[in-house]
């Protein structure tokens, strides 16, 4: 029964967009048609993976996974959550929006590299973007634990830099989580942004330099507002998951880096505390929800073509 | 070849208040672009008065583009220079430079309105008057009432209309337009070739419009530059390069003409002596664009609308020899006109366009005629060129 709804909110793919809101033509019915699919789809593995999950996070915390729960509409569950996991919850959105924000940053300059600057080399680098893709994500995580282990030259080099202490180290800190969740959601922020940026056509940045505007603000009057639905997409597509993401945490982080997709899977599997672990999900993703809707509101995306 | 010209300047003075205008024009010094091994521009010389409005008028990548993009700035010159005024700005960044351009596909920023597309350049300036300029520039293209609307809600004609705008309110020395009416059909285009020209008269501005459509380019211009292959053909006003071309190229490119193989035979006086296939015809010195020795072979130029032809044995109201032989081998009717083709004697076609006043027959196929024309019409060109350059029937044989 619970099988799929073992999974954190955010790393399953449909969470934010559930049947984007198309222009559908009035009389025509062939959109509904099209519809269909995607609807019995989410029908299926959304709407009713989402009940059961609603209705576990409400059974009698009192149960357990061999006698069974009873359903009570035990609201406390989510009193209990919040109490007693607040902290990995907002370790969470923070380390998923610091992520982001590197991956921005990062993406951005790459992204506009690939679409202005790659020439004949844009295809070679795109596939190089989703290479990592090739070999799974676990796989990765776990080399990333071997690239940033104690006595691995990265923390070699760092201390010989003096960035770290002699004894300092990268594997169980705050940063080797964060740079792993980077790692891993980094082509989530290109794809988008490069679709967005690619479609720019440079001569409108050459007019901007024609109009007085030196390059720098030239970016920002043009080239910048009109990559927004690429940003908008792009930091959706890396916040949502990195927040549920917990290999990361799992592999590159200790206890005190525990995010909180670790706990609803702690909790899950096991704890076997469904009830709890069903009210984290649940608030996982209406707090998701709502940063999102507020985001893209603030955005002003819809008023970009 | 450079060749400074006296345009009528009627605005050139009228300075509107932004200071520090040298009325100097725009020059252009032995400017080359080099792309890779091939040449786009080739040490161009040209010298644009201020106030003018001047076309660069030629083929489909001849270089007019290439040339605008160098004096915008957008592109950097293999070498040459830009002169503005006396003010090098060879090396000067686009945004440091007073020249606005209205580009090709217009390049309107599809994010703003029309009004913070127009107000983009004084903001950059950070004028403090924006407001009100903006709404007077809006007034004199007509577009007060679309303020708010985006560009991909406009028509064509309004978007071309923004984008002049968008250019001309920065009040540039020198304003670039390059193919600005490509895109829209013949009626929409006529009038606005006669809006540009009307706004240009009023701010008093330096136009340099780039087409390729010679109408367009000899309704404009005060000056007109027929540009080919990387080099300026020949520059002047529109009357004189139709009615005395120094090449073939400008001669077929710019209207039609007939060329004619010669010989020469010698000067007489003001005039040149050319033997035509066994007639002696006569071109005034002044219209004869190579080395007058006898035995120099030449093409002798005339246009269509300039021939006379007549039943065999009627007078034809031209001095000299008339040319027997022709036979009318294609009738058109135009309406205002008709076109017919005469076959001569040396199996040559000429075009001949008589105005349809009515005063006598048309002609038909196969009638035989005499053909002459007035030797002040004539023109003379060197037989090394290309009889077929510039025409768009370059695969015929001439
Ligand atoms: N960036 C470039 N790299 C290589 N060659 C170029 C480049 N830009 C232009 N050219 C070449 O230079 C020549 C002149 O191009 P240009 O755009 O100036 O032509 P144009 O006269 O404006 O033609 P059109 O009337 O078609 O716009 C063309 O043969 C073109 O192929
Ligand atoms: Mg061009």
New interface residues.
Partial sequence: MTATATRPAGSSAPTPEPAPPAKRPRRNLTGYWLLLPGALWLAVFFVVPFYSLLATSLYDPGGSVLEGYDMSWAFGNYVTAIQEYWRPLVRSLWYGAVATAICLVLGYVLAYAIAFKAGRWKNLMLILVIAPFFTSFLVRTLSWKLLLRDDGFVVDTLQFLHVLGADGRLLATPVAVIAGLVYNFLPFMVLPLYASIDKI?P??V?????????PF??FF??TW??SLPGVVSGTLLTFIPAVGDYINAQLLGSPGQRMIGNVIQNLFTDAGDYPVAGALSVMLMLLILVLVLVYVRRAGTEE?? | MSQVVEAPTAGAGDDRGTGGRTGGGLHLRSLTKEFASFTAVKSLDLDIPSGSFFALLGPSGCGKTTTLRMVAGLETPTSGTITLGERDITWEKPYRRPVNTVFQNYALFPHLDIFENVAFGLRRRKRSDVKPAVEQMLALVELESQARKKPAQLSGGQQQRVALARALINNPEVLLLDEPLGALDLKLRRSMQIEIKRIQTEVGLTFVHVTHDQEEAMTMADTVAVMNAGVIEQMGAPAELYENPRTTFVANFLGQSNLIEGTVAGREGDVVKVDMQGTVVSVPSARAHLETTAGHRAWVGIRPEKVLIAEVGEVIDAPGNSIPGGVISDVSFVGVSTQYLVRMPWGQELQVFEQNTGRRRLFRTGESVDVSWRPDYAFLLDHEQDASAGTDRSDLPS
């Fill in positions: 056509d001569r409108l050459e007019a901007a330099g024609d109009l007085y505007a030196r603000v030239g009057k043009v507002p009109l970009l073509l």
